[in-house]
């Protein structure tokens, strides 16, 4: 009995490490952007897409199939609400927006200037890829770090800073700040 029981835990402790480096051999992957959750499909990354657009018939198709330039401001906004696990009303507040406004720009009622979309990025604390996009689904220019306030905007969202923080370092700087 006792050799049944001893050969039972080493397998268990067997089955434990090859699961061990399944988790790692995932954890690899996923760093290096090529293992992708089976659950929610990832944005394809932008080399696939040109990949595929060179190899299409027409752009056309491309276009058609891929749902190009089709995305809102108040679609990525849930969209990215979604895949943060925030709430809105919270968003709203941290953003310092008027919460009639703020709502109108997540349902798609009313447009957002530049500033707007930036508070919404640093509420929800986005990475820069992600303002990026959301100014871009908004209609306003991406962050440029040849710009010296949009460099001081890009410092801030790779460092993590709040809002309130960003704000402190344009006006310690003398730039307009965004609220």
């Keep these: 009995m006792l050799g049944g029981r001893n050969s039972n835990r080493s397998k268990h402790k067997l089955d434990l ?26 944005e394809p990354l932008t080399e696939e897409l ?4 060179l190899a299409s018939p027409s752009p056309t198709s491309f276009i058609a199939k891929n749902e190009v330039g089709k995305r809102s401001l108040a679609e990525y906004l849930q969209e990215l609400l979604e895949k943060k696990g925030l709430k809105r009303s919270e968003v709203v507040k941290a953003a310092g927006l008027n919460e009639t406004f703020g709502y109108q720009i997540f349902t798609g009622q009313r447009k957002a200037k530049r500033d707007k979309i930036l508070q919404l990025a640093l509420a929800m604390h986005l990475s820069l890829k992600e303002t990026d996009r959301l100014l871009q689904a908004g209609g306003a220019n991406e962050l440029y770090c040849k710009n010296r306030r949009d460099a001081i905007i890009i410092f801030s969202i790779d460092k993590g800073y709040s809002l309130q923080k960003t704000d402190e370092e344009l006006y310690r700087f003398g730039e307009d700040t965004i609220c």
């Design 17 to 42: 490490s090859l699961s061990g480096s399944r988790i790692q051999y995932i954890l690899r992957k996923r760093k290096h952007g090529i293992y992708r959750r089976k659950k929610r499909m990832e």
């Design 50 to 53: 040109l990949d595929e657009l």
